[in-house]
């Protein structure tokens, strides 16, 4: 039974793969066809960015938590950006149940094309027992391409190297205890519609977090620009265990990004 879960692991690795290489083939066809960059959006100038928002997650088992989310993006030089961020989770019976931080560096998006994304993570969880801190070195590359002046689509898949030591709450990022390697992926569809976006995603990972290959995620999030230098977000996620019709987490968000 072990070898066929490995058997079937390794197929849906591969298929990942394939699908992963024909998207990019097929989205540089359309770049090559039409290499004109029409997103309508500010972020790109921005040289400093500060992103807050809340979250709060229930579980398939009835419990939730809460966090609080804080990000500050900046422009390094013209082509790096660095994002560094820190988050801080509540449960009901422990107020202090885990603290998560990053450090991401992104490339600019080269050609309007595509771009790089190295990240180091550190998730120290104090509740439930045991404790445990977790690294994640994450390495992704992301591609996107305008369908139209209000229709965009990006792609993205890379992997994750984690480390999670059992019964260690150190703040410091760790290269011990239990490894676990996987890949990870992301698709997504935006629309502009005047000051509105509405976003679709299916995926494995997001702004902190990566997840199992075989536990994604899909979620709808929309933004409303009050102004150039504000825009409020809000999202809805469901992630599921393996199969759809199992779900392991819903998720509902509410938050800004500044623009500086």
């Not at 989770?89 to 080269?110: D, I, M």
């Not at 690294?135 to 590359?141: A, G, K, S, W, Y």
């Not at 994604?216 to 599921?240: A, D, H």
Request: with cysteine; charged share 20%; aromatic share 16%.
């Amino acid at each position: 039974m072990g070898n066929l879960k490995l058997y079937c692991s390794l197929v849906t690795f591969e298929a990942m793969k394939k699908a992963l290489v024909l998207f990019i083939f097929i989205t540089n066809q359309f770049v090559w066809a039409n290499n004109k960059d029409t997103l309508k959006t500010h972020e790109a100038e921005a040289r400093i960015k500060v992103i807050c928002y809340e979250r709060i997650i229930f579980n398939s088992k009835g419990t939730w938590r809460t966090d609080q989310n804080l990000l500050g993006n900046f422009q390094m030089i013209h082509w790096l950006r660095l994002e560094a961020g820190i988050r801080f989770g509540e449960q009901p019976s422990a107020w202090n149940a885990y603290t998560h931080y990053k450090l991401e560096l992104q490339s600019k998006w080269f050609y309007n094309t595509f771009r790089t994304i190295a990240r180091l993570s550190n998730d120290v969880v104090n509740s439930p027992l045991p404790t445990y801190r977790k690294t994640n070195e994450i390495f992704v590359t992301e591609i996107k391409h305008a369908l139209s002046q209000s229709l965009h689509i990006m792609a993205g898949g890379g992997y994750v190297v984690s480390f999670q030591e059992n019964n260690n709450n150190n703040i410091l990022p760790t290269n011990s205890g239990i490894q676990n390697n996987y890949p990870v992926y992301k698709i997504s569809l935006k629309y502009i519609y005047k000051k509105s976006e509405i976003e679709m995603t299916y995926g494995s990972y997001d702004v902190f977090n990566p997840y199992l290959y075989n536990k994604p995620f899909v979620q709808t999030l929309g933004m409303y620009n009050i102004s150039n230098k504000c825009k409020l977000q809000g999202y809805f996620r469901y992630q599921y265990n393996k199969t759809f019709d199992v779900p392991e987490n819903y998720f509902i968000s509410l938050g800004a990004i500044f623009r500086l």
